[in-house]
């Protein structure tokens, strides 16, 4: 069973590429992330990241906001390509 943080609060991982390639908008969102700009390869790298992270965080039956900054710190050290 997942645990929402008590206090309601929600928290996003937003990740910013600032390589743009010729004036193309990138956007993703997911549940707990967003995305935006870089070059479409900084952007799939961005993308993929998240991606891993929201996984092993869910593996961990928790939401970003209820992580310490250690757990943070662990789940995208495991996350990054």
């Known amino acids: 069973m997942v645990k ?3 206090n309601n609060e929600r928290a996003l991982l937003a990740g ?11 956007i ?6 967003l995305l935006a700009g870089g070059s479409e390869e ?20 928790k939401h970003l906001e209820e992580l310490s900054r250690e757990e943070f710190r662990d789940l995208m050290g495991e996350a990054l390509p």
Not at 28 to 33: A, E, L, R, V, W
Not at 45 to 60: D, G, N, V
């Open 4 to 6: 929402k943080a008590e």
């Open 16 to 26: 910013i590429g600032l390589d743009d390639d010729g004036g193309h908008r990138r």
């Open 28 to 33: 993703t969102k997911g549940d707990s992330f």
């Open 42 to 61: 900084t952007h799939e790298t961005m993308k993929e990241t998240a991606i891993r992270f929201t996984e092993k965080l869910a593996k961990r039956g």
